[in-house]
């Protein structure tokens, strides 16, 4: 091909060779635009070729702005510090300088909107493959904000409190800089550090000297002395300040006075010390934790306690000082503590060092830091192991005096010095008919206790001035009126260091009663065996009259005197009724008993009971329910029935009605016989049952005497209920 023909083809590899140029150019342009330190270029010439965006954050100037400028007019738009800045000599086109760099270096410029900002500058020269110079590379660094920082630090050093200081060459200390605080903490000035470096370690006692070389613990506490003579505490932290090749180039450091810090650990020691001392007098063990519950100290009761120093006890936690279940307990009694902060008391038991089960009541608050936080916890042990012997022992007493005061079977009452009840038993109970919750706080007086109210403050009075009353004999009332006899025996005692009245009453109203009962008996024995002796005697002449009245009455010429004849006959047969009743007093053995029931004698005999009554215009009402069958004699128990409803009749003036009644009642059979009177009076109740003895104009006194005699061989027992508004006499059949 001709040279012609090569020609376009070179043009072309040209282009080509230069659009790849131009592309690498873009690329390294991108690059460099996107760097963040200003960049400057600068031809072959001096003068300014390229910008980076970087480089207007720097100067204020726009990219384009400085294009062509040579580097001292660049400068001088600056206004770059004069001197600052070495000159830049480029070295002729094509000649080789080498491939030298700027030093770096330190200056201020102005920017466009004429602030003056610090920059560091550094640049190197460009060669092309051909070590041919083709211009340079110039890099600002904006170090505005270290220099601010640098003067705030500065400034900061200047007002601080502490010391602060830098020497280098350690092994002989040459100072670079000391701040005023010196002259506080030492009562020497800088300058006397700069000019005598000797005076620092001069300064320091000489029994701490050892700990700036045998030990790099930071912080370190030492003492220094005062140009005027105080001993002063200080903290010194310092730092080694290295090179590249690892020697050490210098030192800082910092000097705090802490002699009021010191002081008030001091105190605070002497407070603790104090503390610990306290509560090391205290003889119950006391204890305190942290929110962790680790142990963080107690007192000597406490090691004595567990058996352990308080150096074992003190960073370990419940668990690891009690095994099993009692350290679960306690850890949850813990736990919940923190989870509601407060107090928290229990009674529980622990195993004691010397082997022993101990009782224990633990006290326990939450204490706080501070910040209001929970910081802990501190328990205080009280050991009440003998308080719950004694307390045993003392219930155990209780409850013998209680045991005995209530199973007592006689009345007891404990009584106030002014006379107010202030407990009785159940025998007192039962003997008034009085609930204590009803009389409990009143006097006797109040309750109308006493059958004669003078009787109460005559006792108290005795009391009073002799301690004691032995068997006084005093008349009571029940709640349902009934008047009892009884035996007050009162002394002066001591309960719960209050003075009390102790008062036991022996009633004997049911003995005096049998006492009359067996006199009555025994006047019934009496009559009985001149009933036997002369009922005979005298039956059989009446008989005799009564025949012959009989056979006069018959006579003829006799006619005259046939009503004379039958008055004589009736008051025979009434003197015979007499004599037979007297005989039935004479008998004391059963006779003739067989089981029956009592419903079937009293309905035997009940129109005769009606038919007598409907005479004196009285009303019979029967309330019959079922019943055992028991031994009885049933002519006997006629004769009770008929007595008993006739004296319920003839007790009342006018109409009435008198009710019979039958029921079971804790194991007995009881008859009851019930009138509308006007009731008995307490003299006449006390004589009940006498033979002869009689309220009515007519009565021989003999029908009551009949029903007890006929109740005792029936082992029968009659108890009488009287009010005014009438009476009832209860027979009580045993069923054995």
Sequence with gaps: MSAEGQKPESSRDELERLRKQNAELMFYKHVLDQHPVGTIVYDNEGKVVYRNRAAKNVDGYGVEELIGLTREAFLQRLQVKPGTVPKMNLPAYGGCAGKDTYRLTETTLKTKDEHIKNVLLTGSFIYDRQDYLLGACECALDVSGRARNEMMLRLLAENARDMIFRYHNPSSPDFDYVSPACLE?????????????????????????????????????????????????????????????????????????????????????NRLQFSQQLIDTIPSPV???????????????????????????TGRTVRELFTGAAGDKIFEKDHKLFENPGT????????????????????????????????GLVGVITDITERKKTEKELRISNESFTSIFDAGPMPIAILSAAGELVTVNAGFVAATGYPSREIIGKTLEELNLLDNKADAIDIINEVA????????????????????????????????????????????TDRKRMEEDMARLDRMSLI???AAGIGHEVRNPITSVRGFMQLLESKEECKLFVDYFRICINELDRANAIITDFLSLARVKPVGFTKHNINTVISDILPLIRADAAVSDKHIVVELKETLDISLNEKDIHQLVINLVRNGVEAMPGKGSVTIKTYFEDGKVVLAVQDEGPGIGPEVMRKLGTPFFTTKDTGTGLGLAVCYSIAQRHGATIDVDSTPAGTTFYVRFSTD
Excluded at 473 to 498: H, P, Q, T, W, Y
Aim: aromatic share 8%; with cysteine; hydrophobic share 35%.
């Design 287 to 313: 204890y305190y934790k942290d929110v962790n519950g680790l142990y963080m100290g107690c007192n000597v009761a406490f090691e004595e306690q567990l058996g352990l120093t308080r150096e074992a006890i």
């Design 344 to 375: 928290q008391v229990y009674e529980s038991t622990f195993r004691h060092a010397d082997g022993t089960l101990r009782n224990a009541i633990t006290h326990k608050a939450t204490y706080y830091n501070r910040d209001g936080a929970v910081a």
């Design 528 to 530: 009985g065996q001149i």
């Design 465 to 508: 001035a002799k301690g004691a009353v032995k068997n006084r004999e005093i008349k009571f009332r029940s709640k349902d009126g009934e008047i009892r006899v009884g035996l007050l025996s009162s002394k002066l005692i001591e309960l719960a260091g209050e003075q009390r009245i102790l008062a036991a009453l022996l009633d004997y």
């Design 185 to 269: 903490i030492t009562g020497h000035t800088p300058e006397d550090f700069y000019l005598h470096p000797e005076l620092f370690h001069a300064l320091i006692h000489p029994d701490d000297l050892y700990l700036l070389t045998t030990s790099r613990q930071r912080p370190v506490t030492l003492r220094v002395m005062h140009k005027n003579g105080d001993l002063k505490w200080v903290e010194m932290s310092d730092v080694l300040i290295y090179d590249q090749a690892g020697n050490c180039q210098a030192v800082e450091g910092i000097l705090r006075d802490v002699t009021e810090r010191k002081k008030l650990e001091q105190e605070m020691a």
